[in-house]
């Protein structure tokens, strides 16, 4: 898997780490974290730098970029995890 996805992407834009951290509001070195590790990006990290950066997010599901740990943080999943549960509880 390509990892270097990202960067490759920031680097043709002409764009230090620095710029995009700063766009991003967040520090240097925590952009850099998320170069190295692109499946720990948040998704509305994901999609700010799509904007930034003028990728599609699509781009990144072809074979070349496999981003197959994306997060996209359903705000409902504790709650749907404990409907779940409560169900089979009421069931049997």
């Known amino acids: 898997m390509n990892t270097d996805w990202l960067k490759e ?4 834009r002409r764009l230090s780490q620095s710029e995009v951290a700063s766009q991003l509001n967040m520090s240097q070195s925590q952009y850099s974290r998320y170069e190295a590790e692109p499946d720990t990006l948040p998704y509305r990290d994901l999609k700010s ?24 943080g359903d705000p409902y999943r504790k709650q749907k995890e404990q409907v779940r549960a409560l169900k089979k509880l009421i069931l049997s």
């Open 9 to 12: 992407i920031r680097e043709e």
């Open 49 to 72: 730098l799509s904007t930034l950066l003028g990728f599609d997010i699509r781009y990144i599901e072809q074979e070349q970029h496999i981003y197959p740990t994306i997060d996209s």
